[in-house]
């Protein structure tokens, strides 16, 4: 029997973390062989070269596709992603994958469903029938109308996404891939590597063994212009609380200049002694590094998903996880530093939590590929009402 | 008070008769400014140019766009859909309109909604909620996601969109603009122009005068390998009949070739005596050959839409109306030469039916103007569940 | 010893005539390895699916691009440059050749130039050095500029290439691949397929074996508006001739629509009783047939180059080949139906001329393929004085 | 009568220095209309943002086209050129200017020779018929192959385009706009503002009343895997002197990663005392500050130019400028610390050199104005030999 032919197009360094455990187990099933397509800004080095990692992990890379246009503005945004259906479109036509997936909701994932869409090519969407503000809120439910299999995270968007008029056996809830990460680092009661030595990075040179937090905040691209103001409140914030913080860089999105150079500004004019900055760190890496954390501050999906596995606390800044599902650790605040330097004082303070299965158990990735592997592939659907 | 600018980007032919009332109602409002953007197959010769009717019409065009890759495959379209992103991005940026409207289903028009939803500006989608079946499906959906204001042309409609999500005080329903065309010509009686002198065209010198049918047959997308084997028992049986036939090249679509080789080659063959063969059609000229003759033969959403409004018998062919809401004067029927035949020789046999405003009662056009010259516009929502 | 890894793009029909034989010898080289990429209208049925002949003829296929903008106007041919730049850039970046071959000067060939100079790749140019009018003439003295490595087809192309700066030794006369395909069939003496059977097309079902001319004329795109004009002149003298001719399609061009439908107006109008109408002809197909005719008529670079050797006369119309060195053979008339009929009639009076080994003697292709596995190949050089 | 449109399209910060004196002429000719297109680099606020100083200085900008693609490798940098060619045959299509200017010999100024040449637009070439190594060498000559007049900056430069086979009368020595500001500048005998105060930068905050050096070195793309380890040797050399040095960031090439890189990498470590870092410059600014210092180190074009007509010591380092003409102000080192760190010893210690009108004598754009209002336009050429 021939093995089918699973393509997956990661255009980010966030989206690996998401989808790593179901590359893995794509790769182990011995119906299926992976395509895997590296893109966008996973391939750029001032977005943390997450094609580093990816090669590091032993993935061979059938594909590599630069598509991002300089400027972070929402006109390069879509002529990123207009280019990127131009190139995927190539890829496809090249590799004739038996099926396609798209990743999540970032804006130039639509070129990935475009592509195989269009080509006839089934499309499997991950991570769809959640609730957001930005624009990723539009791009992932027109990613669920491009699609024909989803494979949800909770059972809150197994729901959204049959209300959306898909098929219900085409919607089924694996569980997210970025769970079975955090389920296998869980087991680390401590840190194992010194992330300075091993990461390098800018800044202070942190005594973080008694305790840290981890920071980690992206423009949200319907406010990119307010981007610099949102950033300087939660650098001002955790300058003042004097706590050790490892901040991360932003993802390449519109504003993310706005964020870039208000963390750099911030940095040359305040030299604050508590923070230093990474670019990039392995997924494992850096869910340990969270696990061993105090908190996680900022506006990042991980606060919602991972850390509800592993119970840590997250101070949730903003709209950009606005009506996702979270579970009891995660605390919501306002781009306020008064606000901001509070919650992460009474975070500091908290035992962790529970750990919460809302976005899976930890075996979404091994789902995923036997679904992969035996379900009715297809790739015209009609709207069910 | 500054006047909204409305960009309204028309791709290829149909789109043309389906907003030509609002554009002149846009066009003549006294606080909108009317921006055209004539894209895609609209321009090419080869698909009707439609930019000359528009012209004729005296509409001025704010930017012109070549965007159609040849081959029309499932492969061309998607590069096509791309190049489109990043050229009307390019537009739009430097038009910097009010509001942005995309119609319909086409696979280009998708690229309209991303370059308009991507850099923040208002997107207004015209005659979403329908169903059907084609890729065109698929992006009719994608398209209501990724708009802010829909503006739809049937009841069922409405609630479809409705269901999906949507904002309802976001969700009118205007009725088609193409009916206000309809509207209008259904006043005269008879044919007031000879087809053959005023259009040319290439095939039989038809005596069409007693009585004749109209043909419109697209290649159905998802089908796209037998559009050649499809069109060919719509020939057959068009021949058989031998009865006077005015007949109308394709759309550019994947499968087109099919299509039209099969019309070339049929002719080349046949010879046959009893058909013409036109490129194009100014809208109104079009309607009037319809109203005047005993039936329309295809799968053209005019069928469904304006002969609804018509009573013109309709003879449906295949899947690509596959759901679409459809008055009484539609008859379906299978890829099967003895099948359209037979209804054919029906439809010559039967009085017009009653007009059916399924699909409006014919101010569509006056109605959308004056909801984007007061409604709030806004270019960011979230899923209503 | 590691392969050289040659690749080769051919984007038009024309081109794959004058690389063919070096393909071949590639191919058959020890020490080379064969990259084939076909892009542009050589995958295009409207231009005569040149990827078919390719295929039978058993050449392995590296990648397809689809590349070419419809609209056939200045405007497209920029925007196809533009897109093959993108899509080859891609494809050399993932096929690592060791040098890449870009073929003439047709407006697309600077696409190849740039993609593989701009990445640092050894680039070869076959067919440089030679004077014509039109955008060709830019382009081709463009990618000598942009070169490493200059395969020229005749002394006086070597010696123009050199007075354009290039180093002494990199610029070899090779003669042109298209003669080594003519002195293949100049051994046959009368045609041994018939054309009519073989190859379809359309119009008169010609008695052409008591003698025929064969006709091919392309539009010239600094002239492209004229193209309707130019092209009935020719349409009207050999109409009048009333001798058997065989007719080609142009080549896709800007222009080409103004010469395409200038023919098809006058098919569909005089119906001509003497000519049938090809789209594309296998190479050595169309060689034979035109070995066995009475003359070329049109402004095909074949008429200077292949039939040289073959001694054919040829009656050469217009600008296009403007200055191009031509053996005894050649006629030059202006766009004037006299001129052209007369001329046509004294070329069927006249016996063939002398084989000429202006253009070559037969052996480029391998020498081509000896040089290329010898030769130090290089990609930084710098003007000779 | 009509005033001529002259498209100029500026794609990087130094094109505009290049051309900042032929803009004012030509807005001012009574008989032309300027058409200013901001494209590239020049958009972009990592590479200085060239528009913010095009927008002050009062020019009205036609269109802007952001065009880059991250990754500054040679992949990105041929498909920003392939981005360019399409995007800026729109910008022709939609202005139709009477002719085009493209600048110099950067990589992406031949998307606007073949935007302008293919839609036979009368394309003028800037600053043609130089030498020097790079892929700018191969550009350069290109954009002279595809143009259609020529305005250069010295004897040598007429002579070696007229070797290249173009119209002698087509050729003409209007010397360098560069050199206009420069004139202008050189009667400043002070610098007349505080360059830490007015443009901020980081680093260290110097003393530079006493006297100072200015750095300015970017990669070379046919070198740019050694751009860090070329960077640092002059890092070295500039940090041993201790010496006030004012250092401007590269421009974007492929390589320029590898040279920022390598500057951060230095700054973070070696946190020099003696550099001062700044990203840009208003042109007018640039040249003051030059002409205060006591030598220009780096590799920049400015040095053999501007430098020349002000008679400034410069220290060129590594073949960036090979073969390009120099007057005797001019040190030629090689990438290395030891010769750069001497030969700037030796500038410090040496006179200022005579004022040398090699590049021009502060006329040109004058008389390049003067020269596009009254030459006779045309788009058609062959070579003359």
Redesign the interface.
């Known amino acids: 029997m021939n093995k089918r032919k699973i393509c997956v197009v990661v255009t980010a360094r966030p989206s690996y973390s998401r989808i790593k455990s179901a590359l893995t187990a794509i790769q182990d099933h011995p119906n299926l062989e992976l395509q895997l397509v590296i893109a966008g800004?996973a391939?750029?080095?001032?977005y943390g070269n997450a094609v580093d990692f990816i090669e590091k992990d032993g993935f061979p890379i059938a594909?590599?596709?630069?598509?991002?246009?300089?400027?972070e503005n929402?006109?390069?945004?879509?002529?990123t992603?207009?280019?990127?259906?131009?190139?995927l479109?190539?890829v496809f036509?090249?590799l004739k994958p038996d099926a396609v997936i798209t990743i999540a909701d970032r804006?130039e994932t639509?070129?990935t469903s475009?592509?195989a869409?269009?080509?006839?090519i089934p499309l499997v969407h991950i991570q769809g029938g959640e609730?957001t503000?930005s624009?990723d809120?539009?791009?992932r439910?027109?990613n669920?109308?491009?699609a024909d299999l989803h494979l949800v995270c909770s059972e809150d968007a197994r729901e959204?996404v049959i209300?959306?008029?898909e098929i219900p056996e085409q919607v089924i809830n694996t569980g997210c891939p970025s769970i079975d990460l955090a389920k296998e680092i869980s087991e680390y009661p401590y840190l194992d590597f010194d992330p300075l030595q091993k990461y390098g990075g800018?800044g202070a040179a942190l005594d973080w063994k008694n305790g840290y937090i981890v920071v980690m905040q992206h423009p949200v691209?319907?406010e990119y212009k307010e981007s610099k103001k949102h950033i300087q409140e939660t650098l001002k914030a955790v300058k003042a609380l004097n706590y050790p913080a490892f901040w991360f860089w932003p993802n390449?999105d519109a504003g993310s200049?706005g964020t870039s150079?208000g963390i750099r500004a911030f940095r040359?004019l305040e030299q604050p002694k508590n923070i230093h900055f990474f670019k990039n760190m392995e997924p494992t890496d850096f869910l340990k590094l969270l696990n061993s954390s105090e908190a996680l501050v900022g506006n990042s999906s991980a606060g919602l998903r991972e850390c509800a596995y592993l119970g840590l606390p997250v101070i949730n800044i903003g709209n950009r996880q606005?009506?996702r599902s979270r579970a009891g650790n995660v605390t919501d605040v306002a781009y306020d530093q008064v606000e901001i330097e509070q919650a992460i004082k009474n975070a500091i303070n908290t035992e962790k939590f529970e750990c919460s299965t809302l976005y899976g158990n930890g075996d979404a990735g091994v789902k995923i590929a036997e679904i992969l592997a035996t379900v009715k592939l297809s790739?015209?659907?009609?709207?069910c009402?």
């Open positions: 800004s391939l750029l080095d001032r594909a590599k596709v630069f598509m991002v246009l300089e400027g929402p006109t390069t945004m879509a002529k992603t207009g280019l990127g259906v131009m190139e479109t190539n036509y090249n804006f639509i070129a475009i592509a869409a269009y080509q006839n609730v503000g624009i809120e539009k791009v439910h027109a669920t109308k491009l959204r209300k959306l008029g800018v691209t319907t390449v200049d150079n040359e606005f009506r790739y015209s659907k009609t709207i009402y």
